[in-house]
T-cell receptor, first 114, second 117 residues
Framework: SAVISQKPSRDICQRGTSLTIQCQVDSQVTMMFWYRQQPGQSLTLIATANQGSEATYESGFVIDKFPISRPNLTFSTLTVSNMSPEDSSIYLC???????????FGDGTRLSIL | AQTVTQSQPEMSVQEAETVTLSCTYDTSENNYYLFWYKQPPSRQMILVIRQEAYKQQNATENRFSVNFQKAAKSFSLKISDSQLGDTAMYFCAFTLNYGGATNKLIFGTGTLLAVQP
């Protein structure tokens, strides 16, 4: 399966600032996704990162708050903008190669906002 | 809309014994995949097992097996010979199968499994 590197692994940020999380895959993948896992909760999809076009956002998530880039088939970034304590979560990227193969996840970024 | 329900927030099992984690789901679709993922304290999401809805045979991966009941929309995970390293949060997940693409995962709320020595 693909090797997924996610950076940073954790960060503590000030209210009102922004943080960009990177997801790098060691092979070309069709699909990349960004999930949020709030403390003690399950995973919720933020958006699907589309190569060469705008990301597709799930209900409740907007581009201004979570801008996503996907410049090629091996890399994507998620920015958490104008952060508030409610944004304290684990953010995970995942990749998929289609054909019913399972998604594989990065190690996640633990984000705390003071 | 699809939903996934895990009714057991926490479970405990003695080392070397067998435990079953429950999962039910709701969908009007006929073609989909089901997964179990584990998330240890390191927070990495690790695939445990995968089941294709069109296959009647239950999936098995070493000590892990599923009981897939499509009509009942049930997908339980059995862990045999439990080991301390099995201690983790276990998530049941669902994804539709269409277009040959990888589609979004819908997760249950998770079951925290503690394996006791």
């Amino acid at each position: 399966s693909a090797v997924i590197s996610q950076k940073p692994s954790r960060d503590i940020c000030q209210r009102g600032t922004s943080l960009t999380i990177q997801c790098q895959v060691d092979s070309q993948v069709t699909m990349m996704f960004w999930y949020r896992q709030q403390p003690g909760q399950s995973l919720t999809l933020i958006a699907t990162a589309n190569q060469g076009s705008e990301a597709t956002y799930e209900s409740g998530f907007v581009i201004d708050k979570f801008p996503i880039s996907r410049p090629n088939l091996t890399f994507s970034t998620l920015t958490v903008s104008n952060m508030s304590p409610e944004d304290s979560s684990i953010y995970l990227c995942s990749v998929g190669t289609g054909g019913g193969q399972p998604q594989h996840f990065g190690d996640g970024t633990r984000l705390s906002i003071l | 809309a699809q939903t996934v329900t895990q009714s057991q927030p926490e479970m405990s099992v003695q080392e070397a014994e067998t435990v079953t984690l429950s999962c039910t789901y709701d969908t009007s679709e006929n073609n989909y995949y089901l997964f179990w993922y584990k998330q240890p304290p390191s927070r990495q999401m690790i695939l445990v097992i995968r089941q294709e809805a069109y296959k009647q045979q239950n999936a098995t991966e070493n000590r892990f097996s599923v009981n897939f009941q499509k009509a009942a929309k049930s997908f339980s995970l059995k862990i045999s010979d439990s080991q301390l390293g099995d201690t983790a949060m276990y998530f049941c997940a669902f994804t539709l199968n269409y277009g040959g693409a990888t589609n979004k995962l819908i997760f249950g709320t998770g079951t925290l499994l503690a394996v006791q020595p």
